[in-house]
């Protein structure tokens, strides 16, 4: 897969489902893939203040609490250095458009023009790879692609490798040979801009 440029395949762990309705992101990770190789001795994994109190159904799904964030960073430094690890790469993520869309709202709390790069969807690649399957979620994929579950999902860095595994394994199954070709089977469309 030496075609493929790098990657950086991310996921965050929010307050809620609704960046647009005051939720905020509450962790980030992510992890590079080199020359089709996953580059996890070098990840990006920190929590995020979101200067707002965690509700309890966040907390059940990805068993982070107000005491975690109280002293992590805010979104203001951990998005510039995030887009500093996965500069000159593509992103990826699996439902991209939940991920962007935070990144997308979150970037207006930062100084300055932050402009994001190119993303793609695994789930929409799985959609492709797997036309004949209903489900799409990342642990149906992963069991599809004969992957182990961690212990700890719903965290971002456990789902972050989780993902960047099954993506190499659908890129193989697809025998996709060209970005191009990826492009057409993993695109999101574009969110809209405020």
Known sequence: MSFLPPFT???VET???DPKRGHRIIEIAAVRIEGGVIQGETAFQTYVNPERLIPWEAKQ???ID???VANAPTIDQVLPQFLTFAEGSTLLAHNANFDM?????EKDFC???VDLPECLCSLVLSRSIFPQ?????LDVLALRCGLVLPTDRHRALPDVLLTAQAFLKMMEKG????LDELRKRAAVKQLARN
């Open 9 to 11: 395949v991310f996921d």
């Open 15 to 17: 307050t809620g489902l």
């Open 61 to 63: 799904v990805n068993k």
């Open 66 to 68: 107000d005491t975690m």
């Open 101 to 105: 869309g935070f990144l997308q709202v």
């Open 111 to 113: 100084w300055g023009y």
């Open 133 to 137: 399957e209903f489900r799409h979620n």
């Open 175 to 178: 025998n996709i040979r060209s």
